[in-house]
């Protein structure tokens, strides 16, 4: 008798796991505005000041694209805020709470290590910074994609980590493209996918 209920609670446990995730993943799809407006704002903003840096451009022109790298994420951010507190009284999962935590514990560990750098350099190091960061945000986006089991973020958690380490090897110039780049692909790819999946 022991034994039977110890299976059923397993099998109990299991499906609640299982419905929590599709619980998670539907909530994520329809969250997936989200995902779109960082990636775009994000990849246009470091779009922006790789083009800043590169272009030879007229005084307004090059104010103009240092308004847009910094007016970008504050949109986001605004935008990000304005959703969660509309969103709130929906259903909410651990999973979905879990994950919220790994991405607070990502920003408090960006802001962490720009206090260490700071700290050992005396200046902050942006070649240094730019691929450290991009490191720990491609291990947020793998652990979201694990967690989900979605392989579209999955992938581009790696693709993002395979882009930090290659721009270890570049100038700062090239970091900002690459880091660019790793945004699209890691958030607007996955984001429009959600999207049309929501859609179907």
Do not use: C
């Amino acid at each position: 008798m022991n034994t039977e209920h110890a299976h059923f609670d397993e099998n109990q446990s299991l499906q609640v796991i299982k419905e929590m995730i599709r619980v998670s993943r539907r909530k994520l799809g329809k969250d997936g505005i989200l995902i779109l407006v960082w990636g775009y704002a994000m990849s246009l903003g470091y779009l922006s000041a790789y083009l800043n840096e590169v272009l030879f451009l007229t005084r307004r022109m090059h104010d103009l694209l240092k308004y847009v790298n910094l007016v970008l994420p504050v949109v986001a951010l605004m935008y990000s805020i304005f959703y969660v507190i509309r969103e709130r009284k929906k259903v909410s999962t651990y999973i979905g709470l879990s994950l919220r935590y790994v991405w607070v514990a990502l920003v408090i560990s960006l802001m962490l290590i720009n206090l260490i750098i700071f700290n050992v350099l005396g200046e902050i190091n942006f070649e240094l910074q730019h691929p450290i960061f991009m490191a720990l945000i491609a291990f947020a986006i793998v652990n979201t994609g694990v967690i989900l089991r979605y392989p579209a973020i999955l992938a581009g958690g790696i693709l993002f980590g395979a882009l930090a380490y290659l721009s270890s090897y570049a100038d700062l110039h090239m970091q900002l493209l690459l880091e660019a780049v790793a945004w699209f692909l890691a958030f607007v790819v996955p984001g429009h996918i959600l999207y049309l999946k929501r859609k179907r």
